[in-house]
């Protein structure tokens, strides 16, 4: 039984609610709850939740977290919300009211009593929480630690949570105590925490279902959002005694092809896990299953392997990613949840988990309502604005009648007074963008409502088994310049989404700042400029493959106050029934007759845009910081945008005065953004110029990541099959913990491959210098001048003079250096089939593939710098195939430096 004594002293009536439950006894049971990476939770209405914060909250207060999702004047008012802290150092509670704060992996509990539930979340920009290495922390993703508090009791309760948005298993749980030589100096688990008297081995939750309190499963773990009590014992008080929560985001990394599938449907789902360096798979195999309630059931769904077998989803053996198959079809909507479990130290524990998310598609009838709709209400605004003018009031008649139309559920006028939002019965939302003429939100010269159907037809997501490595470039988000320690922009190719071009010209900043990516010869950049209606949904699915992303559209705040952007595409029957999925989850919405994209679809991007710098030269970019949190949240470092309906002179002068700065000076993202003048548009509404996030990226001229230990391909662009992997066989990385691989299409791609990173040469560059390692399945048995099948290895430097070959390697000029291994490709492994007579040059197959290990390559580069002196050059490597297909060859790259 606790005690316990508050601070607070206004109480409504939850208070008497509050007491019975802060005075209920402990209700031991099991719970196995295993959720994953979330950034929201559900507070049901007049029910007691005990949470915590799954991100850094430091220096965030009450309102700033909640008042987003909870209206901040009914704070601790009947009819609102309240939230309580508790201090183990005085054994109270208290009320931190709005401009209290909830230190990083500090548990509170929550009630609000608005009537409804409310989904609560937290800014996708916070960070995740401070990370130690050091003792007792030797997790390869670093560890977050919470001191435990003692008071005036032997057994002092401390409130807690795990800081981290993903499934955080009690197994991985540290307690350490700073007492050199003393009980778990170098780390202990909760059982010997307990034994040593420095903690309690038992965690307990309230469950707000039952009403009670629940012990953890030692077995199982803790979710994001879920706060416990943990008691400090008496040998705490000696020293600092501190709970150690294992980062394990990074070490499963678990994704699914398709994520979103339609209802009734057969759909094929392939799963891939990647093992991060730290993680472990003894048995070298791993189940999916289904939860329910975070506990596995029933049959697993399918085996992960990392065999190479295609036909269960894994196109390379032992390269650590696990892959499989697994058909879903499901009756009705549902968010599917699943579990990947692995035996280790023998246990089958949770890994890693991953939701699907099944949806009913959009009817013929439900598509056209909204089309016959959007149209009608078009001709009620403009009657409205014939009749009452330019204002909110217009909106707001206006608004009123739409939602009487047929299929509309309501309307109303969104938080920017100038967007006029619909509902419909089928769930969907769409809009009308109503900014003044001249402005990036303006109707002028735009046919949004023409009730033309779209003839083509837009598949919904399936299975792609050419391309399937999107989606494990996935690793930290951070690249640092060795020399300098400033962030810089993690790739060199430049996207201008130009989507408006036609209407904006000629005060569009797009042409300018075309020609001023194209022309600069330090750094190197590769541009590609998208233009009117090659600004799609589908284009806005590459974004993570640039490092600096310019949009020139039009942009609006939506009904739930989420900034939005709008494509070129327009709407149609059939194309918003292709576009179901993404419809009905929200990530896109439609606005007059074209798309418009919400900060959720950012958020569902596959793999990241390391130091990325977004330029929203949209209206209401940045009235909020919904689009740039989503943004950030997928790795890009800095977004600039405007705070209100902007006017296209301003925005154009404002993004070429920017751009020059990081371009031309190569200033960094604040020092460029300071000098650009003014701030704020000079014509109404004053839309001010805003950055948001990190100040100090800047583009580079140096090679960066030339060792890949990003963990991704963070500085290269690649063509066909080129990849970071963390190993291949018996082939570990040379240095560190990451290397590239470029092949002649292993697997499912049948593409050759190519690394390339463009880069500047210092005039006194006189060396390159990398790790390479040829392997081939040519080897030996098609070796020698009669076989045509030779497949090359080539390094090149592209200059503005032409390309210099630095190495050519073929099969041929390898044979003799070669050596057997255990590695498998296409057409070798344990299912190959050996030829007869198969030897040196003789043909065939002998299963077999042959190496030349790893060997260390140095190249003079002293002319090509002093004769590129101030311009940019292109480093490529590059495997292909030569006469043939069939029998794959890769490569292996590593330490790639400048000297």
Same mark, same amino acid.
């Given at each position: 039984?606790?005690?316990?004594? =508050?601070?607070?002293?206004?109480?409504?009536?939850?208070?008497?609610?509050?007491?019975?439950?802060?005075?209920?006894?402990?209700?031991?049971?099991?719970?196995?709850?295993?959720?994953?990476?979330?950034?929201?939770?559900?507070?049901?209405?007049?029910?007691?939740?005990?949470?915590?914060?799954?991100?850094?909250?430091?220096?965030?207060?009450?309102?700033?977290?909640?008042?987003?999702?909870?209206?901040?004047?009914?704070?601790?008012?009947?009819?609102?919300?309240?939230?309580?802290?508790?201090?183990?150092?005085?054994?109270?509670?208290?009320?931190?009211?709005?401009?209290?704060?909830?230190?990083?992996?500090?548990?509170?509990?929550?009630?609000?009593?608005?009537?409804?539930?409310?989904? #609560?979340?937290?800014?996708?920009?916070?960070?995740?929480?401070?990370?130690?290495?050091?003792?007792?922390?030797?997790?390869?993703?670093?560890?977050?630690?919470?001191?435990?508090?003692?008071?005036?009791?032997?057994?002092?309760?401390?409130?807690?949570?795990?800081?981290?948005?993903?499934?955080?298993?009690?197994?991985?749980?540290?307690?350490?105590?700073? &007492?050199?030589?003393?009980?778990?100096?170098?780390?202990?688990?909760?059982?010997?925490?307990?034994?040593?008297?420095?903690?309690?081995?038992?965690?307990?939750?309230?469950?707000?279902?039952?009403?009670?309190?629940?012990?953890?499963?030692?077995?199982?773990?803790?979710?994001?959002?879920?706060?416990?009590?943990?008691?400090?014992?008496?040998?705490?008080? =000696?020293?600092?005694?501190?709970?150690?929560?294992?980062?394990?985001?990074?070490?499963?990394?678990?994704?699914?092809?398709?994520?979103?599938?339609?209802?009734?449907?057969?759909?094929?789902?392939?799963?891939?896990?990647?093992?991060?360096?730290?993680?472990?798979?003894?048995?070298?195999?791993?189940?999916?299953?289904?939860?329910?309630?975070?506990?596995?059931?029933?049959?697993?769904?399918?085996?992960?392997?990392?065999?190479?077998?295609?036909?269960?989803?894994?196109?390379?053996?032992?390269?650590?990613?696990?892959?499989?198959?697994?058909?879903?079809?499901?009756?009705?909507?549902?968010?599917?949840?699943?579990?990947?479990?692995?035996?280790?130290?023998?246990?089958?524990?949770?890994?890693?988990?991953?939701?699907?998310?099944?949806?009913?598609?959009? $009817?013929?009838?439900?598509?056209?309502?909204?089309?016959?709709?959007?149209?009608?209400?078009?001709?009620?605004?403009?009657?409205?604005?014939?009749?009452?003018?330019?204002?909110?009031?217009?909106?707001?008649?206006?608004?009123?009648?739409?939602?009487?139309?047929?299929?509309?559920?309501?309307?109303?006028?969104?938080?920017?007074?100038?967007?006029?939002? #619909?509902?419909?019965?089928?769930?969907?939302?769409?809009?009308?963008?109503?900014?003044?003429?001249?402005?990036?939100?303006?109707?002028?010269?735009?046919?949004?409502?023409?009730?033309?159907?779209?003839?083509?037809? %837009?598949?919904?997501?399936?299975?792609?088994?050419?391309?399937?490595?999107?989606?494990?470039?996935?690793?930290?988000?951070?690249?640092?310049?060795?020399?300098?320690?400033?962030?810089?922009?993690?790739?060199?190719?430049?996207?201008?989404?130009?989507?408006?071009?036609?209407?904006?010209?000629?005060?569009?900043?797009?042409?300018?700042?075309?020609?001023?990516?194209?022309?600069?010869?330090?750094?190197?950049?590769?541009?590609?400029?998208? %233009?009117?209606?090659?600004?799609?949904?589908?284009?806005?699915?590459?974004?993570?493959?640039?490092?600096?992303?310019?949009?020139?559209?039009?942009?609006?705040?939506?009904?739930?106050?989420?900034?939005?952007?709008?494509?070129?595409?327009?709407?149609?029957?059939?194309?918003?029934?292709?576009?179901?999925?993404?419809?009905?989850?929200?990530?896109?919405?439609?606005?007059?007759?074209?798309?418009?994209?919400?900060?959720?679809?950012?958020?569902?991007?596959?793999?990241?845009?390391?130091?990325?710098? #977004?330029?929203?030269?949209?209206?209401?970019?940045?009235?909020?910081?919904?689009?740039?949190?989503?943004?950030?949240?997928?790795?890009?470092?800095?977004?600039?945008?405007?705070?209100?309906?902007?006017?296209?002179?301003?925005?154009?002068?404002?993004?070429?005065?920017?751009?020059?700065?990081?371009?031309?000076?190569?200033?960094?993202?604040?020092?460029?953004?300071?000098?650009?003048?003014?701030?704020?548009?000079?014509?109404?509404?004053?839309?001010?110029?805003?950055?948001?996030?990190?100040?100090?990226?800047?583009?580079?001229?140096?090679?960066?990541?030339?060792?890949?230990?990003?963990?991704?391909? &963070?500085?290269?662009? &690649?063509?066909?099959?080129?990849?970071?992997?963390?190993?291949?066989?018996?082939?570990?990385?040379?240095?560190?913990?990451?290397?590239?691989?470029?092949? $002649?299409?292993?697997?499912?791609?049948?593409?050759?491959?190519?690394?390339?990173?463009?880069?500047?040469?210092?005039?006194?560059?006189?060396?390159?210098?990398?790790?390479?390692?040829?392997?081939?399945?040519?080897?030996?048995?098609?070796?020698?001048?009669?076989?045509?099948?030779?497949?090359?290895?080539?390094?090149?430097?592209? &200059?503005?003079?032409? $390309?210099?070959?630095?190495?050519?390697?073929?099969?041929?000029?390898?044979?003799?250096?070669?050596?057997?291994?255990?590695?498998?490709?296409?057409?070798?492994?344990?299912?190959?089939?050996?030829?007869?007579?198969?030897?040196?040059?003789?043909?065939?197959?002998?299963?077999?593939?042959?190496?030349?290990?790893?060997?260390?390559?140095?190249?003079?580069?002293?002319?090509?710098?002093?004769?590129?002196?101030?311009?940019?050059?292109?480093?490529?490597?590059?495997?292909?195939?030569?006469?043939?297909?069939?029998?794959?060859?890769?490569?292996?790259?590593?330490?790639?430096?400048?000297?």
């Amino acid at each position: 039984m606790i005690t316990i004594q =508050t601070r607070f002293h206004s109480r409504p009536r939850w208070w008497a609610i509050f007491k019975v439950l802060i005075a209920s006894a402990f209700f031991i049971t099991a719970d196995n709850t295993l959720a994953q990476d979330q950034a929201s939770t559900v507070v049901p209405h007049d029910s007691w939740m005990q949470l915590v914060i799954p991100a850094d909250t430091a220096g965030q207060t009450v309102e700033q977290l909640f008042a987003d999702d909870l209206d901040a004047d009914s704070y601790n008012q009947d009819g609102g919300w309240v939230v309580f802290t508790y201090d183990p150092t005085e054994n109270v509670y208290d009320n931190p009211g709005l401009s209290g704060t909830i230190p990083p992996g500090t548990g509170f509990w929550m009630l609000q009593v608005t009537g409804v539930e409310v989904s #609560i979340d937290v800014p996708l920009s916070l960070p995740t929480p401070t990370i130690t290495t050091s003792l007792p922390c030797i997790a390869a993703g670093g560890c977050f630690a919470k001191t435990l508090l003692s008071g005036p009791s032997v057994t002092s309760w401390n409130l807690l949570g795990s800081p981290f948005k993903r499934f955080q298993p009690l197994a991985g749980l540290l307690v350490g105590n700073e &007492t050199a030589g003393g009980p778990c100096f170098e780390g202990c688990s909760l059982q010997e925490a307990e034994t040593e008297n420095l903690s309690s081995a038992a965690l307990w939750h309230y469950d707000s279902e039952k009403e009670s309190y629940v012990e953890y499963d030692q077995s199982s773990g803790l979710v994001p959002w879920r706060g416990f009590w943990m008691a400090a014992l008496e040998g705490s008080s =000696t020293g600092t005694t501190r709970l150690y929560f294992q980062n394990v985001i990074d070490l499963y990394q678990l994704v699914a092809s398709p994520t979103d599938f339609l209802t009734n449907t057969q759909t094929e789902v392939r799963f891939q896990m990647r093992l991060l360096p730290g993680a472990e798979l003894p048995g070298n195999v791993a189940q999916l299953f289904r939860t329910t309630d975070g506990v596995p059931f029933g049959q697993a769904l399918c085996t992960l392997k990392d065999d190479g077998a295609l036909d269960n989803g894994d196109d390379l053996a032992g390269d650590k990613v696990y892959s499989c198959l697994s058909p879903f079809i499901e009756s009705s909507e549902s968010t599917v949840n699943l579990v990947v479990s692995a035996e280790i130290d023998g246990n089958f524990s949770p890994v890693a988990s991953i939701d699907l998310n099944a949806i009913d598609p959009i $009817t013929d009838e439900e598509a056209s309502i909204v089309i016959s709709a959007q149209s009608s209400a078009q001709q009620i605004w403009k009657t409205e604005l014939a009749q009452v003018g330019d204002t909110v009031a217009a909106r707001e008649t206006a608004s009123e009648i739409i939602a009487n139309l047929p299929g509309v559920l309501d309307s109303g006028v969104a938080e920017d007074d100038t967007t006029i939002w #619909i509902t419909y019965e089928s769930g969907l939302t769409t809009g009308l963008m109503l900014n003044p003429e001249g402005t990036r939100g303006s109707q002028e010269d735009r046919d949004f409502y023409s009730t033309t159907v779209n003839v083509e037809t %837009i598949s919904p997501a399936v299975f792609d088994r050419l391309d399937p490595h999107g989606e494990l470039t996935q690793g930290p988000l951070d690249v640092y310049a060795e020399e300098t320690g400033e962030k810089v922009v993690g790739s060199s190719r430049v996207l201008i989404w130009d989507a408006y071009n036609s209407q904006f010209a000629p005060f569009d900043e797009g042409p300018d700042l075309r020609t001023l990516f194209e022309g600069t010869q330090c750094p190197l950049f590769d541009v590609n400029y998208l %233009i009117d209606s090659q600004a799609t949904v589908d284009s806005v699915r590459q974004f993570n493959k640039y490092g600096t992303i310019i949009l020139i559209t039009h942009g609006a705040v939506d009904k739930d106050g989420q900034v939005v952007f709008l494509t070129r595409e327009n709407t149609g029957v059939f194309s918003i029934i292709g576009h179901s999925i993404d419809l009905l989850l929200g990530r896109i919405s439609i606005m007059g007759d074209v798309y418009a994209i919400r900060p959720s679809f950012i958020t569902s991007l596959p793999g990241n845009s390391p130091g990325a710098i #977004i330029y929203n030269g949209s209206c209401s970019s940045s009235a909020n910081s919904s689009m740039a949190d989503a943004f950030v949240s997928e790795g890009a470092s800095s977004y600039y945008g405007y705070t209100r309906t902007v006017n296209s002179p301003y925005a154009q002068n404002a993004a070429n005065q920017l751009f020059d700065n990081l371009v031309k000076s190569l200033d960094t993202t604040g020092d460029a953004f300071a000098p650009v003048t003014p701030k704020i548009d000079p014509v109404t509404p004053f839309a001010t110029f805003t950055l948001t996030s990190d100040p100090t990226t800047s583009y580079t001229g140096e090679l960066t990541n030339g060792e890949f230990e990003t963990g991704d391909l &963070t500085g290269w662009t &690649t063509e066909g099959d080129g990849r970071s992997i963390v190993n291949l066989g018996e082939f570990s990385p040379p240095g560190g913990n990451f290397m590239g691989i470029i092949s $002649t299409g292993l697997g499912f791609t049948t593409s050759s491959g190519s690394l390339a990173q463009n880069f500047c040469l210092a005039a006194d560059a006189t060396e390159l210098t990398f790790d390479w390692n040829f392997n081939s399945e040519e080897f030996v048995e098609w070796c020698g001048p009669e076989h045509p099948f030779d497949d090359p290895f080539t390094v090149e430097m592209l &200059t503005d003079s032409g $390309t210099e070959l630095l190495l050519s390697e073929t099969i041929d000029t390898l044979c003799s250096t070669v050596t057997a291994n255990s590695l498998a490709f296409d057409v070798s492994g344990p299912a190959c089939e050996v030829s007869e007579g198969v030897g040196f040059g003789t043909g065939g197959n002998d299963c077999t593939v042959y190496g030349t290990g790893n060997l260390i390559q140095t190249i003079d580069i002293t002319a090509i710098a002093a004769n590129n002196v101030g311009k940019g050059v292109t480093l490529r490597f590059r495997n292909f195939d030569e006469g043939d297909s069939q029998y794959d060859s890769a490569v292996l790259i590593d330490n790639v430096k400048i000297r």
